[in-house]
């Protein structure tokens, strides 16, 4: 069972286009982190989002973290050919230090 | 600097071997967690270690087990290898078990059980 559901599971879109990709759970992270993997590559943190209701900007991309700290989305403005790769979320919860992660959702942008 | 080094980037073993992996953490960082990673899904946790003492374990059977160095190198071992092991095995290490600490990510060893 994820902890952290991710959604979609794929997502195919055009060069140019908008999108948003989802990381929700019932349970409360006192942080959460975005990353993005290549094939053949470890995972690249891309953000940390600790506050609820905190929004981090890294240029097109836009990281959002819920009120109340249960869910987070990611949102892709005019996509480019070298956003496609695997895109994770994790959360650490309040009690341990581990990182629950996601099952990541595969973004592949098309020129 | 270095970043995280993994080695060997590619195994094959048979059922039933067993395995060692290693992992060389940036420098000055403390703390070495492991991680499953079977293909199209997310990383599972399998160990943490701070200062050469386990602080975290997932939820994997005995046959996997790990260790921490004087240096803060690590090493994953599994016994008994199944068919089921096959994955990429990532290593990431952090300055410490801080919460907001992020984690840096090696390119993996990539175990193919035949």
């Known amino acids: 069972t994820q902890l952290l559901e991710q959604s979609p599971q794929f997502l195919s879109i055009q060069e140019g286009e908008n999108l948003t990709v989802y990381c929700n759970s019932s349970?409360?992270?006192?942080?959460l982190q975005w990353y993005r993997q290549e094939p053949g590559e470890g995972p690249v943190l891309l953000v940390t989002?600790?506050?609820g209701g905190e929004v981090k900007k890294l240029k097109r991309l836009t990281f959002q973290f819920g009120d109340a700290r249960k869910d987070s989305s990611l949102h892709i403005t005019a996509a480019q050919p070298g956003d496609t790769g695997l895109y994770l979320c994790?959360?650490?919860?309040?009690?341990?230090?581990?990182?629950?992660w996601g099952a990541g959702t595969k973004l592949i942008i098309k020129p | 600097d270095a970043g995280v080094t993994q080695s060997p980037t590619h195994l094959i073993k048979t059922r039933g071997q067993h395995v060692t992996l290693r992992c060389s953490p940036i420098?000055?960082?403390?703390?070495v967690s492991w991680y499953q990673q079977v293909l199209g899904q997310g990383p599972q946790f399998i160990f943490q270690?701070?200062?050469?003492?386990?602080?975290g374990r997932g939820n994997f059977p005995d046959r996997f087990s790990a260790r921490q160095f004087p240096n803060y190198s690590s090493e994953l071992n599994v016994n008994a290898l199944l068919l089921g092991d096959s994955a990429l095995y990532l290593c990431?290490?952090?300055?410490?078990?801080?919460?907001?600490?992020?984690?840096?990510f090696g390119d993996g060893t990539r175990l193919s059980i035949l």
């Open positions: 990431a290490s952090s300055l410490d078990l801080g919460g907001v600490q992020p984690q840096h």
């Open positions: 420098s000055g960082h403390k703390s």
């Open positions: 270690y701070y200062e050469k003492e386990e602080r």
């Open positions: 349970s409360v992270f006192s942080s």
């Open positions: 989002v600790v506050t």
């Open positions: 994790a959360g650490r919860r309040d009690s341990n230090y581990q990182l629950i």
